[in-house]
Antibody, heavy 119, light 108 residues
Framework: EVQLVQSGAEVGKPGESLKISCKGSGYTFTNYWIAWVRQMPGKGLEWMGSIYLGDSDSRYSPSFQGQVTISADTSINTAYVRWNSLKASDTAMYYC????????????WGRGTTVTVSS | YVLTQPPSVSVAPGKTATITCGGNNIGSKTVYWFQQKPGQAPLLVIS???DRPSGIPERFSGSNSGDTATLTISRVEVGDEADYYCQVWANSRDPLYVFGPGTTVTVL
């Protein structure tokens, strides 16, 4: 079964760093991109960026460029998104999803990771 | 690139729900549609404007022309209640995926 398993809920304080993960299984990880999508409470979906697991090529939404870092460890089929300094406005649900090529559809999604930032 | 969707659509069971997604010359782009039920991850229901992924009922169909893409749900069921998002790849100066604001479908 093809699936993306995301890490558990996180609570952090403003200014702290945080990294969440997304582990793929049931398919050839390095043949796909992994996208990260933010959903703030009660709001819609926002694409943050994507990384190609074949060569770690990454693309970012202008809204998230410089705010987060997307990376991957192909030896363990895992993609990450990292914040160096959390803000209260980072409080959201974060989903990972795979897509075959840039511009292609996102066909498999993780269940999401809730990030809560509060002092 | 900006997409517009109606905030809500209400439909009686067994009737047809039509959800629009507006964008400048969206007919020249490829549109994807996602369904999201409360507490769940999004689910792809239409790819490449009008293709249904495996497991998606034939009641779901899509079209795309001019400045409007459309998701149509025929013979609506209570289980179709959800938020629906359109998405395109806007390969412009800043290539990126763009989501519409979402439409809440309520089955009366």
């Amino acid at each position: 079964e093809v699936q993306l398993v995301q890490s558990g809920a996180e609570v952090g304080k403003p200014g702290e760093s945080l990294k969440i993960s997304c582990k793929g299984s049931g398919y050839t990880f390095t043949n796909y991109w992994i996208a990260w999508v933010r959903q703030m409470p009660g709001k819609g979906l926002e694409w943050m960026g994507s990384i190609y697991l074949g060569d770690s090529d990454s693309r970012y939404s202008p809204s998230f460029q410089g705010q987060v870092t997307i990376s991957a460890d192909t030896s363990i089929n895992t993609a990450y998104v990292r914040w160096n300094s959390l803000k209260a406005s980072d409080t959201a649900m974060y989903y990972c999803a795979r897509h075959k090529a840039v511009g292609d559809y996102m066909d498999v999604w993780g269940r999401g990771t809730t990030v809560t930032v509060s002092s | 690139y900006v997409l517009t969707q109606p905030p809500s659509v209400s439909v009686a069971p067994g009737k047809t729900a039509t959800i629009t997604c507006g964008g400048n010359n969206i007919g020249s782009k490829t549109v994807y549609w996602f369904q999201q039920k409360p507490g769940q991850a999004p689910l792809l229901v239409i790819s490449y404007d009008s293709d249904r992924p495996s497991g998606i009922p034939e009641r779901f169909s899509g079209s795309n022309s001019g400045d409007t893409a459309t998701l149509t749900i025929s013979r609506v069921e209570v289980g179709d209640e959800a938020d629906y998002y359109c998405q395109v790849w806007a390969n412009s100066r800043d290539p990126l995926y763009v989501f519409g604001p979402g439409t809440t479908v309520t089955v009366l």
